[in-house]
């Protein structure tokens, strides 16, 4: 039975080696194909990397100046800064494509530009939808959208907001907001419901579940 066992082995050792020298040459080519391939993507991931933080670098430099014109710059110096926000803000991704149509939104929103505002912070929202910064331009692209009067446009923003996977802080206020355009366009079921969902939601944060206590009691008040 030993004999029998080694014989099978030295069988089968045969058979694999008879294999690999008839088909050498292609195995040797494979190998060689997942060396590059493997070498490849470790030269793409590298400078992937290093061109998302020298964008991020690049971002921040610009988020500085506007910091300084804000506080004391000239129109002109700031039109130079929204036409390099632009540039750079072009098919850019992540986080440094979302803060930079972010301060572009910000700009514009300074200037009651309410259109602008809401399409760069729409850009911000779709660039950083992988960031922080997606739920928080949603709800500045709400603000603008009312502003113009879009109070459906509005709610669809808030909602996106809402629903984005990353935290935002303020998520009882966007819901509270739902309420309160719902109210301006006379739909008092949505607007109930959606105070509702403040205080099923966020039973926690009492100063917007009290605020949406009272709106439901006067809503239904008034019925």
């Known amino acids: 039975m030993i004999m029998q066992n080694k014989n099978e ?11 690999v020298q008839r088909n050498r040459k292609s195995i040797f080519i494979i ?6 391939l493997f070498a490849a993507a470790v ?4 400078l992937n990397d290093y061109l998302q ?14 910091f300084e014109l804000s506080q004391a710059g000239s129109t002109g110096e700031m039109d130079a800064l929204l036409a390099d926000l632009n ?11 979302g803060k930079a149509w972010s301060i572009i939104g910000q700009i514009h929103f ?12 729409r850009n911000a929202a779709r660039a950083g939808s992988r960031t922080y ?10 603000i603008a959208a009312e502003e113009q009067g879009e109070l459906e446009q509005a709610i669809e923003l808030l909602g996106s907001c809402i629903a984005h996977p990353f935290a935002f802080p303020a998520v009882p206020r966007a819901q509270f907001t739902i309420g309160r355009l719902n109210e301006r366009m006379n739909n ?5 419901e959606a105070y509702r969902n403040v205080i099923i939601n966020w039973p926690s944060i009492t100063t917007w579940v009290n605020l949406a206590h009272s709106r439901i009691t006067a809503l239904e008040a008034a019925r």
């Open 9 to 19: 082995t030295t069988s089968i050792g045969n058979k694999i080696n008879d294999f």
């Open 31 to 36: 190998l060689g194909a997942f060396v590059v």
């Open 43 to 46: 030269i793409f991931f590298s």
């Open 53 to 66: 933080n020298r964008a991020i670098a690049e971002v921040e430099e610009l988020n500085v100046r506007f």
């Open 87 to 97: 540039s750079f803000a072009k098919n850019k991704r992540g986080y440094a494509g």
């Open 110 to 121: 300074d200037r009651k530009q309410w259109a602008q505002a809401e399409d760069a912070w």
């Open 133 to 142: 910064l997606a739920p928080i331009a949603y709800f500045n692209a709400a």
């Open 188 to 192: 008092i079921p949505a607007a109930i």
